[in-house]
């Protein structure tokens, strides 16, 4: 049992809530961060007692605040897993700038926001694992989501720099790309577009959330030390690169 505190944004619901039981099963103190949701994140609480924290992740301030409230309560954030995310789906010819700084934001300036607040703490203390999720659309790009597939991308870019900034001070960064998997978000998906997505992946179903936890508490480790900078892609071979 580690015993190392774990934060996971997007904690309550989807992966990001896998995530976080399965971390907590393996001994972490974990804390999960949610946008608005008060209900599941409420539900989720219950089920599992886990802390929740409510905030913004796409606004600098609200992670500054809210991580220094969970060191306070829980102690310093030793694993960061950047989980939370958004779709605006809908072609670029019809995209409203809001549409796009809503996805860029929530999923990309967030990683930013949470990183640059736990980097230093990571980096005095010797020892950090960052985990950022991505996306098979960051690689592959996807009809309908230039915002997304651009943010997803970004994320991919930022874990490699970051990656060789920390890698000397005890900080891994790694990112996973998930494929299709079985959430909210990707029950938006129209039925018969998502027909045509499960047969274009050759283990013949979507992900299932319980898929990429098992990758991010590898990633978490401690003698996952070794591996830095790394993309992860669990798709059911949907991808291959
Ligand atoms: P869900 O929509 O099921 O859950 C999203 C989670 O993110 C919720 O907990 C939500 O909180 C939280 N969240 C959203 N916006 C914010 C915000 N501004 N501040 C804080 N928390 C926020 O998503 P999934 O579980 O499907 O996806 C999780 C991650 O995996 C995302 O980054 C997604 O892009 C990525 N991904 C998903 C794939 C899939 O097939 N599902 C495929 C590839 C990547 P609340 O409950 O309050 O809304």
Known sequence: MTG?????????????????????DRGYRVVAVYGGNVEAAEQFHQ????????????????????????????GPVEVLVNNAGITRDVTLHKMSYEQ?????????SSVFNMCRVVIESM???????????????????????????????????FTKALAQENAK?????????PGYVDTDM????????????????????????????????FLAEDNADFITGATLSIN?????D
């Open 169 to 177: 001070k005890g900080v891994t960064v790694n990112a996973i790309a």
């Open 236 to 240: 059911g071979g949907q991808h291959m």
């Open 47 to 74: 089920e599992t007692g886990i802390p929740v924290y409510r905030w913004n992740v796409a606004d600098y301030a609200e992670c500054e605040a809210g991580i220094h409230k969970v060191a306070e309560e829980v």
């Open 123 to 157: 980096r005095d203390r010797g020892f950090g694992r960052i985990i950022n999720i991505g996306s098979i659309n960051g690689q592959i790009g996807q009809y309908g989501q230039a915002n997304y597939a651009a943010a997803k991308s970004g994320i991919h870019g």
């Open 100 to 108: 796009w700084e809503d996805v860029v934001h929530t999923n990309l």
């Open 4 to 24: 190392r505190v774990a934060l996971v944004t997007g904690g309550t619901r989807g992966i990001g809530r896998a995530i976080a039981e399965m971390l907590k």
């Open 186 to 217: 990707v029950r938006k998906v129209p039925h018969e577009v998502l027909e045509k997505i499960i047969a274009g992946i050759p283990v013949g179903r979507l992900g299932r959330a319980e898929d990429i936890a098992r990758g991010v508490c």
